[in-house]
């Protein structure tokens, strides 16, 4: 079955405009996370959705990042106002549930000039 | 606060040789233990998982690891290392109890070097 899919792959942007994510998850799974991944570092874990409750958004770096997810399918990261330290890969994973492994999409490699 | 430390960055074993990738851990209560790879220019994959139950856990591509509680670690293995192993691992934790929470902490990485 289809994976984890993210759009766009690669997003140039310029020093304060605004940029959207996209992630496509697992149909069926319930649970979602964004990550971000700047270059030779671990992960950094971001929010994560599962089903209907409210999300845990205790990851998010500042108020410029923010997420939506509708219903159990697709989430939007967007990051307003955008700036050099944003430049990272945003990682995409969805699980069955909060208790299952995480499956990761390709990833989104943003950069900021 | 839970932490995951891979002490090495970079691990280099020749082919046909054993491998090691060192993680430990420290979260309260029991953990759940993951294990992920990444490929160059590829999403993380999973390799394993530790949920409770035999400490000794199998994975994909001939990898397996060893829960010790103890040592609050969770070490990467393969008998027999590949030159296709080549890549980034990464070891996560988090608690069991987290109520409505599932903040998945991951390792800084350690890059996998196989050569002939």
């Known amino acids: 079955g289809a994976g984890v899919s993210q759009s766009p792959s690669n997003k140039v942007t310029e020093k304060g405009k605004d940029v959207e994510l996209r992630c496509d998850p697992i149909s069926g799974h319930t649970a979602l996370y964004w990550y971000r991944q700047r270059l030779g570092q671990g992960l950094e874990f971001l929010i994560y959705f599962q089903g209907n409750s409210a999300p845990d958004k205790s990851g998010l770096p500042s108020d410029r990042f923010s997420a939506e997810r509708t219903g159990e399918s697709v989430s939007t990261l967007t990051i307003q106002r955008t700036q050099q330290e944003d430049s990272a890969v945003y990682l995409c994973?969805?699980?069955?549930?909060?208790?299952?492994?995480?499956?990761f999409g390709p990833g989104t490699r943003l950069t900021v000039t | 606060a839970q932490s995951v430390a891979q002490p090495e960055d970079q691990v280099n074993v020749a082919e046909g040789n054993p491998l090691t990738v060192k993680c430990t851990y420290s979260?309260?209560?029991?953990?759940?233990l993951f294990w992920y790879v990444q490929y160059p220019n590829r999403g993380l994959q999973f390799l394993l998982k530790y949920i409770t139950g035999d400490n000794l856990v199998k994975g994909s591509y001939g990898f397996e690891a060893e829960f010790n509680k103890s040592q609050t670690s969770f070490h990467l293995k393969k008998p027999s290392a590949l030159v296709s192993d080549s890549a980034l691992y990464f070891c996560?934790?988090?608690?069991?109890?987290?109520?409505?929470?599932?903040?998945?902490?991951f390792g800084t990485g350690t890059r996998l070097q196989v050569t002939l």
């Open positions: 994973a969805s699980s069955l549930d909060r208790d299952h492994e995480q499956y």
């Open positions: 979260v309260s209560g029991n953990p759940y």
């Open positions: 996560a934790v988090r608690p069991t109890n987290t109520g409505t929470a599932s903040k998945l902490t």
